[in-house]
């Protein structure tokens, strides 16, 4: 599997806005570290505006992704709508900007690629919410309830065998 990356060439840009697209697909988490997206059809559409040594950076991130319901199970197409901003900074003296609110990606003069791989990728986790489920909106559809049911029916089987365990505990026995 041969690992995307997303990049732009600072010294193709010109003055003032430039832009680039970039398609997410499920080998790009993959090869990130994660494996709970499928059948992923985003779209990166990227918007630089070129100043002198710094660049603002705007990231439209839109589609969809599948992701498992939290309570069924079933796979949900999940859509993601969203944008997020950082800054390219193009210096030799790298310093940690701690009041800045906004993502940096630093690049060194000599340096030409900025990679947009690690942002893109974080950017799109924090978007998916912590509880996925078929609840949440923009999703079509509802929680699998046969499912559900089997879901429940194992549970009440587990308690089952709790139960059979609390009547073995009560045994006594003669010595
Ligand atoms: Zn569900």
């Known amino acids: 599997m041969e690992t995307k990356h997303f ?15 970039f398609e997410l697909d ?14 992923c059809k985003l779209i990166a559409d ?24 939290d309570v069924c199970n079933k796979s949900i197409g999940l859509p993601i709508d969203f944008t997020q901003y950082a800054l390219l900074k193009i210096t030799d003296s790298v310093s940690e900007d ?3 609110e906004e993502e940096i990606i630093y690049l060194r003069k000599s340096e030409d690629m900025a990679y947009f791989d690690e942002l893109i990728y974080d950017f799109v986790l924090i978007s998916i919410p912590m509880k996925k ?38 045994l006594k026995f003669d010595n």
């Open 7 to 21: 990049f732009i060439k600072v010294s193709r840009l010109s003055e003032g806005e430039n832009h680039a697209q």
């Open 26 to 39: 499920d080998d790009f988490f993959v090869s990130n570290g994660s494996d709970f997206i499928s059948n």
């Open 133 to 170: 489920s078929c609840d949440l909106e923009g999703v079509i559809k509802n929680c699998d309830n046969e499912m559900l049911k089997k879901l429940e029916n194992l549970s009440h089987d587990n308690e089952d065998l709790d139960d059979r365990w609390d009547d073995l505990k009560n």
């Open 46 to 69: 990227v918007e630089i505006s070129k100043l002198e040594a710094t660049s603002r950076i705007k990231f439209h991130i839109h589609g969809i992704v599948d992701v498992d319901c």
């Open 98 to 100: 701690t009041n800045s």
